[in-house]
């Protein structure tokens, strides 16, 4: 999960909503109609809150360039020679340094350390002796994508 990314969506929103609040607070509600305003404030809750929605899904989806190395990336595999737990994630993952064995079809082997964020549910995927697969950008072997 892309902690600062959602923050910054979260902060953004937010000020989005408060400039358009006060709006309607200091010019919009003097032209409205009687007996109307509880249903704008709802109204406004609603499309706070779904704004909020929308922009976290948003923020969580990869990056341009996540999405174009995933696509135009080389498949190959890594080998976990090591896994050093580094600290926990608000999320229940636990952010991971792997010292891997890279093997690239067409290429000789080389050794890197990525620093991974392990979902709960992949831990056991993430062992010392494990394959998993992995895209190398064709440009930039130190730039990897991994998949669990």
Request: hydrophobic share 40%.
């Amino acid at each position: 999960m892309n902690h600062p990314r959602i923050v910054r969506t979260v902060c953004f929103i937010t000020v989005s909503y408060l400039i358009v609040l006060s709006i309607w607070l200091g010019w919009l509600i003097e032209h409205t109609p009687e007996g109307t305003i509880p249903y704008q404030i709802g109204g406004l809750l609603a499309a706070y809150g779904s704004a909020l929605g929308l922009g976290m899904m948003w923020a969580d989806r990869p990056t341009r360039s996540e999405r174009k190395l995933a696509r135009h990336g080389i498949e190959g595999w890594a080998k976990i020679r090591h896994a050093q737990p580094l600290r926990r994630t608000v999320d229940n993952g636990l952010v991971t340094e792997l010292d891997l064995a890279l093997t690239v079809p067409g290429s000789e082997s080389y050794t890197g350390t990525v620093v991974y964020e392990v979902a709960r549910e992949n831990r056991e995927r993430f062992v010392p002796g494990e394959t998993i697969s992995i895209r190398v950008d064709p440009s930039n072997r130190d730039r990897i994508m991994i998949y669990p």
